[in-house]
C-alpha cells in the first residue's frame, strides 16, 4: 500500500481481543464444498448498503451439522485491525438457492453468532443454503469500500465473508449493478461482464472493483501486455489524462526493463480523483491497483502524486503480491499479522518507487536525491529511530499503520515506519552491492534472484498461490550470494538493531556524500502543535527528555502565553524564533481548568536537515556507477 492520509477515529481496538482469537486457525481444511456463489446487488446507493448473497452446495454425503461464515478482521496491505464484521447488518439463512425470489420461497434456517466475526448456519436436513446480508460501506479507499449515487467501489476483504475452512474452494461471483452502470476490475475481460469464477476467495478479495456510470478506460501495450488505465473523475482533469496515461506508460516500461515481462496478460490501474473527498490511498494486487488521489486531475500536485503511487504500487507485482514474505499469503484473518519482513515489501518498494520515476525520465538526479534526502532527514530526527529497528517496526504493523487507537499512546516516540526505514536501508544495500562488485551487481539482481527462486521456479507450498514465501534471512543470503560478501554484520546491525545506516561508504561509491546541518529552527523545545487540530494552541507531542518534559509540559496542554507575551496559533512559529539555545522562558498553560505557570529552558537545536551532494573529488568511475543506479544501466 502507500499511505492514508484521512485521520481514522474508532470506538474501540480490540487487538486484546483477537490475540486470543484464533480457535478457527488450528480447524482442519475440509472437503470442498460442491459450489460457492457470491451475488452482489446494489439496490439503494444512496444507503451506502451493499447486499450480498453466498450460495453454497454440500456434498452430496455431507454430514457436517453446521457451517460458519466469518468477516475478515483485516485486509492484505494495510495490516491494522478494522473488524470489517462491525458494518454487516440482517445477517439471514436459507435453506436451498433461488435466484429470484419470485419464483420460489425458501425457508429460514437457524443461525447462531459465534463471535465478533462469525455466523453459524445449521444445516441439518438441506444439501445446500443461502446466506444473505448488507454490509455498509462509506469510505473510497484501498481497504474499505464505498456505494454511493456516483459509485461502488469495493474492495473484498471488507465485504465479502469467507466459508470457513474452504477458502481453498473455487467461488463464483455475480454482480448486478445498478442500471447504466458499467463494472471493472483487474479480471475484466469482455464489455459488460458481470460473472467471474476465481480459483479460490484470497484471489477474488484480492481483486478491487469499481462500477459506475462514467469511468473512462485508456489502453496501452508494452511487452505484449494489455495496461488498462481506469479513472473516476470527480472534478476537473483539465485535458491532462492522455499525459497521465503517457507518464504511467513510461513508469511501466522502466520497471518492466528492471524487472522482465510481468506474469499477466492484463493490468488495470483504477484511479479515483476525489476532489473534495480526503481520501489518499494506494493498494497493491495481483492484476490490479487501486488509487485514491484527493483533489483534481487538473493540479499539478495532484498529477505528480499520482505517478508517484503509481511507480510504488506498480513495483508490487513483484515484490510483495508474488515475492513475498512467508506470512504474506494465505492469511489468517482471525488475527493480526506478524511478519518480519515488510522492511522489504514496503520499504524497498518505496525506494524503487522513487528510482523508478528518476528511471522513467518523470524526475532528474537532483529531484530523486532530493526525494531520498528528505527520507534521510525524517528517519534521522525520528526519536523512533534508535528504539524501532527495521524488523520491530515490521512486527509493529498492526499498530503503526494508521492503526485506530482508542488509548494515548507514546508511538510518536518509541516508533519508526517500515516505509521511510527500509526504503534508506533498500538504498544503501544497493549502493553498497554496486560498491563492492565496482557496478557488476545490484539490488535489482537480489530482487530478480529472490523473485526467481521463491516465485517462479519454487513449488507451490500453500493452496493460494504460485511459488512459497521468504524470511528476512533468505533475503540476507541471496543479497550477500550476489554481492560476493557477507552481510551478517549489515543485517545484525542497521536491520535488526538500530544503528545508523553506513551512509559514508554507501554514499561515497556514487561520488555522493550526505551532509548534515542544522536545520533552521536555532531552538528546541521538545513539543509538537497539532496544526489540523481547530482548537486553541495545544501541545499534540512530548519529545522525551526534552526541555517541554523537563518543564513538566504535558500533551494536550495550551498555551497561552511564552515569555509573557499571549501565543496563538498564528504567531506561536515567529514567538518562539526569538529564543535561542539557553534561554530561560516563562511559560503558562492551561490544563484542568486551571492555568500553570512553568519555566523552559531552551535546549540546543536537535533537528538537522540531511543533504546528498556531490563530492567535489567524484571521480569518472564513481560517476559512471552513479549513473548506471540512476539509469538502471550496466
Ligand atoms: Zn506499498
Ligand atoms: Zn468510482
Redesign the pocket.
Known amino acids: 500500500m502507500n499511505r492514508l492520509v484521512r485521520k481514522l477515529f474508532y470506538l474501540a481496538s480490540s487487538l486484546l481481543l483477537t490475540a486470543s482469537m484464533s480457535a478457527f486457525t488450528t480447524a482442519q481444511q475440509e472437503r470442498p464444498l460442491t459450489s460457492i456463489t457470491y451475488r452482489l446487488s446494489m439496490t439503494r446507493p444512496v444507503s451506502h448498503l451493499f447486499e450480498v448473497a453466498i450460495e453454497v452446495e454440500l456434498p452430496k454425503d455431507s454430514n457436517a451439522n453446521s457451517i460458519d461464515f466469518q468477516m475478515p478482521k483485516w485486509a492484505p496491505g494495510r495490516y491494522a485491525v478494522f473488524d470489517f464484521a462491525k458494518n454487516v447488518q440482517e445477517f439471514q439463512a436459507l435453506g436451498g438457492i433461488c435466484p429470484s425470489e419470485a419464483k420460489c420461497k425458501l425457508s429460514t434456517l437457524p443461525v447462531t453468532r459465534v463471535d465478533d466475526q462469525t455466523w453459524r448456519v445449521a444445516t441439518t436436513n438441506t444439501d445446500s443454503l443461502t446466506v444473505r446480508y448488507k454490509v455498509f460501506g462509506n469510505d473510497l479507499s484501498g481497504t474499505f469500500s464505498q456505494l454511493d449515487s456516483?459509485?461502488a467501489?469495493y474492495n473484498g476483504h471488507s465485504i465479502f465473508m469467507y466459508v470457513v475452512n474452504h477458502k481453498p474452494d473455487p467461488v463464483k461471483l455475480v454482480i448486478d449493478p445498478p442500471a447504466g452502470w458499467k463494472i471493472v476490475n483487474g479480471w475484466t475481460e469482455k464489455p459488460d461482464q458481470r460473472e467471474w469464477q476465481f480459483v479460490n476467495y484470497d484471489l477474488m478479495a484480492d481483486t478491487p472493483t469499481?462500477i459506475?456510470a462514467d469511468?473512462t478506460v485508456d489502453e496501452f501495450q508494452a511487452d505484449g501486455k494489455r495496461y488498462r488505465v481506469v479513472v473516476?473523475s470527480f472534478g476537473d482533469e483539465g485535458g491532462k489524462r492522455p499525459a497521465l496515461v503517457r507518464d504511467i506508460e513510461k513508469i511501466v516500461r522502466a520497471q518492466t526493463a528492471m524487472w522482465g515481462p510481468p506474469e499477466f496478460d492484463t493490468y488495470t490501474f483504477l484511479i479515483?480523483f476525489a476532489a473534495d473527498d480526503h481520501s489518499s490511498d494506494g493498494m497493491e494486487h495481483l492484476t490490479s491497483t487501486q488509487i485514491i488521489e484527493p483533489g483534481t486531475l487538473a493540479e499539478s500536485g495532484v498529477y505528480i502524486s499520482t505517478l508517484g503511487t503509481v511507480a510504488h504500487e506498480f513495483f508490487h507485482v513483484w515484490n510483495v503480491k508474488r515475492l513475498r514474505p512467508r506470512e504474506l499469503g494465505p492469511w489468517d484473518f482471525t488475527r493480526p499479522l506478524n511478519t518480519r519482513g515488510l522492511y522489504i515489501a514496503e520499504g524497498f518498494t518505496n525506494f524503487y518507487g522513487h528510482l523508478m520515476l528518476r528511471r522513467a525520465g518523470i524526475w532528474d538526479d537532483a529531484q530523486f536525491l532530493r526525494r531520498q534526502s528528505e527520507t534521510i532527514t525524517n528517519i534521522e530526527n525520528a526519536p523512533g529511530s534508535r528504539l524501532m529497528s527495521a524488523e520491530n517496526a515490521s512486527l509493529s504493523a498492526p499498530f503503526i499503520d494508521d492503526a485506530p487507537h482508542a488509548q494515548q499512546t507514546n508511538l510518536g516516540n518509541t516508533s519508526i515506519s517500515y516505509y521511510p526505514k527500509g526504503e534508506l536501508v533498500g538504498m544503501v544495500l544497493d549502493l553498497i552491492i554496486r560498491g563492492r562488485t565496482n557496478g557488476k551487481a545490484s539490488l535489482d539482481d537480489a530482487m530478480r534472484r529472490m523473485y526467481d527462486e521463491f516465485y517462479l521456479k519454487s513449488p507451490n507450498a500453500t493452496y493460494y498461490l504460485r511459488g512459497r514465501g521468504y524470511i528476512p534471512e533468505d533475503f540476507q543470503r541471496v543479497a550477500s550470494e550476489v554481492c560476493g560478501c557477507d552481510f551478517t554484520d549489515f543485517f545484525t546491525r542497521y536491520v535488526r538493531d538500530v544503528e545508523v545506516l553506513p551512509y559514508d561508504e554507501a554514499f561515497g561509491y556514487m561520488g555522493l556524500r550526505v551532509v548534515r546541518e542544522t536545520a533552521r529552527e536555532p531552538y528546541n523545545l521538545g513539543i509538537s502543535v497539532d496544526w489540523e487540530s481547530l482548537s486553541p494552541l495545544e501541545i499534540a507531542t512530548v519529545r522525551m527528555n526534552s526541555p517541554a518534559e523537563d518543564a513538566g509540559l504535558q500533551e494536550g496542554d495550551e498555551i497561552l502565553t511564552l515569555g509573557r507575551k499571549n501565543v496563538t496559533r498564528t504567531n506561536w512559529l515567529v514567538s518562539l524564533s526569538r529564543y535561542k539555545q539557553g534561554a530561560q522562558v516563562p511559560v503558562t498553560v492551561k490544563r484542568d481548568r486551571r492555568t500553570i505557570k512553568t519555566m523552559l529552558t531552551v535546549g540546543a537545536p536537535d533537528r538537522f536537515e540531511y543533504r546528498i551532494e556531490e563530492r567535489k573529488d567524484a571521480t569518472p568511475q564513481q560517476k559512471a556507477l552513479r549513473e548506471a543506479w540512476m539509469k538502471g544501466t550496466r
Request: proline content about 0%; hydrophobic content about 25%.
Open positions: 456516483r459509485h467501489n469499481e459506475a469511468w473516476h479515483h
